[in-house]
C-alpha cells in the first residue's frame, strides 16, 4: 500500500466525518425549528384537508376550512363549526401537512362578533346551548334562547364548538 492511497483513505474518513456531523447538526436545528411551532400553526397547514379532533367529551371531523389566531373552522355535511384551540384535546391529520405561519390572523372574539344574529348551537364543557348569538364579550358570549325566556351567558374558555343552524351565508366571514 502506498502512502498515498492511505493518505486519500484517511481524508476521504475526515471528509465523512464532517458530513456525519452536518447531517447530524441539521437535524438537530431542524428538531429545535419544530419545537417552536404552534398547534394552530401546524393545523394551519391543513387547510382543505379532512381532520379529526377532540374537544372535551366530543369529537368532530370535517374539511378544516379555515384557522385563525386561536380557532379553526370544520366543515361537514353543510354546516360549519368553529372551535376554539385552546378546546382541542387532540388532532388527527395525514402525516404530509407542513406549518404555516399567516399575517395577520383573527381572533375568535372577532369571528364570534361577525357571528351576532346567528342560530348556533354551541358546544360547551357542560353540555349544549342553542340559540341566537347576541353579543360577544371581553371573556363571554350572550346567547339569546329560541324560546325568548332568558340569556344564557357562555364563557369562552368553556366552550368547546360553535356550530351553524342554518343558513351559512354568515360564515362567509370567516
Known sequence: MSWYVLAQDIASLVEQEARDELWGEAAELSAAEESTVE???RLRGAI???VQLSCA???YAGQLMACGKDW???ARQGSLRLVPIAAVSWVRL???TAS???KFPRSLRAVLRALVAQNVVVDTTAGQVR???DRV???YLVIASNLGDADCIVNLGQICAVASVGSLSAWDAI
Open 72 to 74: 379553526v373552522a370544520l
Open 48 to 50: 382543505g384537508i379532512e
Open 131 to 133: 340559540g341566537i348569538i
Open 100 to 102: 404555516s405561519r399567516p
Open 94 to 96: 395525514p402525516r404530509t
Open 137 to 139: 364579550g371581553a371573556d
Open 57 to 59: 367529551n366530543y369529537e
Open 39 to 41: 398547534l394552530i400553526d
